[in-house]
Structure formats: structure tokens, C-alpha cells
């Protein structure tokens, strides 16, 4: 508590379109205003009011003042984004990062597509996502789109899309941040651009180390806890050739290592991965604009986890986990020049490819094992996948558009396979059985602008989602829980719509309210089994049956002077589980990590001459750990602050705090009560500006 006194004191002292096809723009575009311009929605270029489903910007400036440290923190100030569990990547593993929107069933697994520049940046053998290894220094804009996206983007946008638009090269630019706070949490980004004529080049690092903090709740700790230290490291080149006015050229590598500690010697995890891209977009007067995307990941996740003494005051290394993974994929999207029938008609057609293998090799550690006990268990397999799809935007008038599109994807589950080896030698393998499935996804939108200032939106989706190969094969545990995974899972099918006003009014005022209703059939879910298997497993993954979610996102954004801005935001999910073929106790609870309330607000003052500053209020409300509502999880609200002066041209110094007044807060129930994040407090030097 000491260091933010003296950080405000020393803040305060020192010196004062169109729809024809255009040449293409570039991979990343200037930072929008509530006014400018999306992509991720309509995979075109359109303004944000334009756009005929719900889109949610963070913009460069939010970006730089969020007191978050982690991008997933950034995220939550969207209070219908959420992870899987409660907890930060800073000291939670990258497996219970799962992307949720909307409340749709959150889960380790993602529901939701990420993409970076184009690229998917989910875990392609879990799903999830690593945070860590989206560096911020780069970021131009964040697009959060929460619904049903499948039509355009398919199986992993069941519930929507968050994209993350990286910053256009164009004057010479050498920029920093350093930092260091409470949690002995330290971090250095920094990121270098220049431009050569048509020849644009960045490179950006990020990297972080923190002692973390303890995570078991304080009334169950023992001997065996501890902090959860962990440190990343993260290096991204891209470069960009306008190689003549039609035609662009961009290729990016990225790499990414991580290591985390869940809080006792034996629960640890480690993360590597690598990721190579390139692509090419060209404009031509008479077919309209083509865009190629091509790229490669290959990565290893590692997990350790223990056998813990019920008084928490011994463990013992109970299994390692190995998973390496790798992917690739292509993707050719074409937009054609727009013609003109009773409107105007833009369409856009694409077809994309992708292949996903990995394993799981575990290597057990039995206690007083015996000749039939399991000592190596491995499993694993590969995923196809291919789709094609067609849109047309149909503007009727400047006030009234219309939006169609579908989707036809194929999938493959092929080679799988498991081996368990016995400590007294005997070998089980076994061959599953290959596995293909079909999926249409329509989705039809509209846009109407009755009064320049009131825009009304409607959408109906169907989507869906392919079960991971972690859910296929990879058991998991979380504190003393056990999960078996479930090689003839079902992808899971989502039919939904949403319908929404936003008014504009005095001041830059912006309100929007958006109902949304899906129901979620095939949900994949961690089911609590009847009878625990013989090793001691009390969950499964199961197809549950159906599930609805339904809600309310409501939000305003007002410029009440020059310098001072606030916003409002909440979203209400009402999820209930509406049919559970052999698990009817299930029938009518709330989803599990499904809080019904959530909100946000934030004030902020820019004032360049004197100081900028950011205040946000985040609450979370009551949510269940598990399937059977028995585990309560309680509200809270924390409070997070930011504050930047400049001292120098180009140099600023700042200060940042998460969970100002130290709230505790339950992150986690399964078999251990685990707590969030304490109070944060960082301080350092930021560098802005050219060469």
C-alpha cells in the first residue's frame, strides 16, 4: 500500500466507404471512433452504426489506460466477456482460460473464436487461450462480436468472435513500457516499427515475472501451499510489402513461452509455441478484392498435478502431462464489386481449410501401486476440418440493410487412438472409430435507421462447435477433481437471436440496450458421475441435452466535459438447463461459472497538460462451481484505478491498481476454495512516440 501515495505524489509533480472494392487496406487500420470502422461482423470493412449485429470496440486509447496488466483482464471490462474461471492469467492455468460470451456455457474449452489479425489464436488441441501471449504494446483495437458467428467463421465462433487488430506501420515509432509493483510482479514490453518505402516492419517483446500470491483460501491452507510464481516471455515480427497499389503482401512469427505454479511444488504448468503467417490481399477493378491467409502452430503444454493429504499438509506428484500439438491452416476470401437490384448488393464468398493433431502422454503415479495399476496412459488423435460461405450485404436505403449469409462445414475425427501400459507390463491399445460431421449455418440480419439518431438491429443465427481433441482425449484435474475425457462426444449446435436500439444524443452520448436468447443443444459439460471410477474420477464429459440462455446487455458512454468520459455497462444471463437424458437432477440449474449479473463502471479524465486518469467498477455476481448447484460461489466487486502524467515529450510516468481496497473473492470451489487476485499496485515509465 505504501508505493501509491508516493506514485500519485510523483504524478502529480513535474512538467506540464463505400461498398466498391477499393485497393485493399492494410492488415491493421487506425484505432476507430464510436464512429469508425469494424470488420469482424461482416468480414468487411463497415462503419460501426452501419453494421447489423452488436459490436463492441476497445479502442487504442482504452487499451493504454486499462489498469488491467493482462489481456484478459482488458477483456472483462466488457462485462458480457468472461473466462472460464473468475481468476486472472497472471496465476491461473491457461486451461481454465476459456473465452465465454454471453454466459453460453462457460467452460475450460473456449465457445468463442480469438483471432489476431485473421488468425485463430485458440489452443488448437484445447481450445483455450493463452493470454499471455497477446502482447498490448501492439494492439490497435479490440472487436468483441457476442453472437452466433459460425455462418462466417465456423465451428470455434459458437458464441461469437473477439478479434485483435494490430497497429499499422507507418512513421517510425520506438516505444516501451516498464514496470514494477507489488507480488514482486515485474514486466517490460517494447515494440519498434519502421517503414522503407513499401517495406513496413515491427517487432514487439513482452516479457513478465511475478511471485503471484497464494490461492487457496487462508481457512484451508496448509503446509504444502504457497504463492503461484510464474513468468512469459513473448517475441512477434511482422512485416507488410505494398508490392503495387492492388496488391499487399504480410507475413508475421511469433513465439511465446510461459511458466506457471498453481501454488504447491507439484502443480505446475509450462507452455511453448510457435506460430508462422503469411498472406496476400489484392483489388482488382472488374472481380473485386481477394484475401489469402495461410499459417502453421506447433506448441507443447505440459501439466504436473498432486496427490494432496486432506490437511493440505503433504502432497505428492500424482501425473505429467505432456500434450503437443500442431495446426495448419488456409483460408481465400473474395468480395465482389457491389451491383445494384432494388439496392445495393455487396456479396462475399470464402472457403478455408484447417488440421489439427496432438496427444496426451501421462505418466502416473500410483500410490501402492499394484501389477494392474495404470502407469502410462496416452491418447490422442487428428481433427479436419473445411468450410465454404457465402454473404450478401443488401442496402436498401441508407436507413434500412439487410445481411444474409450460410455455411457449410465438414469435419473429421481420424486416428484416434489410446495406449494404457500397467506397471506389471501389460499393454491395452485401442483404435477409435473415425468420425465425420455436417453443419449449415445461416444467419440473416437487419439494420434500420428510422431517426438519424436511433439505430435498431435484428439477427437470427444457427452455429455450432466441434469437441476438441483435449475434450476427446485428455483427462484433467482440477484442485481435487478428477475429469475423464469422452471419445464419442457430439458437437454441440446453438440457434439464437438478439435484437437491439442504440441512440445517439447530446455530447457524444451513446446508449444501447441488446435482448438475446440461444438455445444451446449437445452443451459439453463436465457431468458428476453417479459412481466414481476406480481411480478415484468423480467427472465426466457429457453431451447434457439442451440448455437455454437467455439475457440482457445494456450500456452508455458520455463525454460530460472535454476531459472527462464515463461509461456504464451490465448484462444480465438467465441459463437453465432444460433437458438432461440421464442426468435428470440437472434439469432446471443454472449453468455452472454462470453468474446471472455483471457489470462495469468506468470514469475517466484526459487532460494531456495535467494528467490522465481511469477509475473502473467491476461486479460480479453470485455463480455455482458445478453442474449440481451445490457449490456457491459469492459476488464481488472490486475496484481498479490508473494514472499517467507526462514528464517529458514522449515520456510518461504511471501508476496502476487492481482490486484497490484488497477485496477477497471465491474463484474456485473443486475441492479447495480458491481465491483471487489481492491488491496489485504497479509503477513505471512509458515511452510514446517517433525515432
Known sequence: MPMLPLSLALLLMGSPETLV????????????????????????????????????????AEIDRSPSLTQDGLLR???????????????????????????????????????????????????????????????????????????????????????????????PLLEG?????????????????????????????DLLTTRGHPVVASAQRGAIDRSTPGNHATLNGRVEVEASPFLRLNARLSLFRENQNGG????????????????????????????????????????????VAADRSTEALSAIQEVPA???????????????????????????????????????????????????????????????????????????????????????????????EQVGGTVTPVRFEDRSEYQLSPRLGARLRPLEWLTLRASGYRSFRAPTLNELYRPFQVGTVLTAANERLRAERLVGGEAGAEVQGPRGLTARVTGFWNTLEDPIINATLATPLPDGTARQRQNLGRARVRGLEASTDWRLARAWTVLLAYTFVDSEVRDAPGNEELV??????????????????????????????????????????????????????????????????????????????????????TIGQPLLVRMGLRLRGGL
Open 264 to 307: 504447491t511444488t507439484y502443480t505446475t504448468a509450462r507452455a511453448e509455441s510457435g506460430l508462422a503467417s503469411a498472406g496476400a490481399q489484392l483489388a482488382t477493378e472488374e472481380a473485386g478484392q481477394f484475401e489469402l491467409q495461410l499459417f502453421g502452430r506447433l506448441q507443447r503444454f505440459e501439466q504436473r498435478r498432486a496427490r
Open 177 to 205: 513500457d516498464v514496470a514494477y509493483g507489488l507480488l514482486n510482479t515485474g514486466q517490460l514490453s517494447a515494440r519498434g516499427a519502421h517503414r522503407w518505402g513499401p517495406v513496413g516492419a515491427a517487432v514487439e517483446t
Open 326 to 420: 500442431n495446426e495448419q491452416g488456409a483460408s481465400l476470401v473474395w468480395t465482389g464489386p457491389s451491383w445494384t437490384l432494388g439496392g445495393t448488393h455487396v456479396l462475399t464468398a470464402g472457403a478455408d481449410v484447417r488440421r489439427v493433431e496432438g496427444t496426451s502422454d501421462e505418466r502416473l503415479f500410483v500410490p501402492n501401486p499394484s501389477p494392474s495399476s495404470t502407469a502410462l496412459r496416452n491418447a490422442g488423435g487428428e481433427q479436419r476440418f473445411g468450410g465454404l460461405f457465402l454473404q450478401n450485404l443488401y442496402t436498401v436505403t441508407p436507413a434500412l440493410e439487410f445481411m444474409a449469409a450460410l455455411r457449410w462445414d465438414a469435419w473429421q475425427n481420424v486416428n484416434g487412438k489410446s495406449r494404457l
Open 588 to 673: 432446471g440449474k443454472q449453468l455452472a461459472q454462470d453468474p446471472r449479473h455483471r457489470g462495469t463502471a468506468l470514469v475517466t479524465f484526459d487532460e494531456p497538460s495535467l494528467l490522465t486518469a481511469t477509475v473502473q467498477l467491476r461486479v460480479i455476481g453470485p455463480q455455482f462451481e458445478d453442474d449440481l448447484n451445490a457449490r456457491e460461489m459469492g459476488g464481488y466487486a472490486v475496484v481498479d484505478a490508473s494514472v499517467s502524467r507526462r514528464l517529458v515529450r514522449g515520456l510518461e510516468l504511471f501508476a496502476a491498481v487492481e482490486n484497490l481496497f484488497d477485496r477477497e473473492y471465491l474463484v474456485g470451489r473443486a475441492g479447495v476454495d
Open 21 to 60: 472494392p477499393e485497393p485493399p487496406p492494410p492488415s491493421s487500420e487506425e484505432s476507430p471512433s464510436p464512429q469508425g470502422t469494424v470488420v469482424t461482423a461482416t468480414r468487411l470493412p463497415r462503419p460501426v452504426r452501419d453494421v447489423p449485429a452488436t459490436v463492441i470496440v476497445l479502442p487504442r
Open 77 to 171: 471490462t466488457v462485462p458480457s466477456v468472461a473466462t472460464f474461471r473468475r481468476t486472472s492469467s497472471l496465476v491461473s492455468d491457461p486451461t481454465a482460460q476459456g473465452l465465454n460470451l454471453r454466459g453460453l456455457a462457460p467452460s475450460g474449452v473456449s465457445r468463442s473464436l480469438v483471432l489476431v489479425d485473421g488468425v485463430p489464436a485458440n489452443d488448437p488441441f484445447g481450445g483455450w487461450v493463452y493470454w499471455r501471449s497477446l502482447p498490448r504494446l501492439g494492439l490497435d483495437r479490440v472487436e468483441v462480436v457476442p453472437s452466433g458467428g459460425s455462418a462466417l467463421y465456423g465451428s470455434a465462433a459458437l458464441g461469437g468472435v473477439v478479434q485483435l487488430f494490430s497497429r499499422p506501420i507507418t512513421v
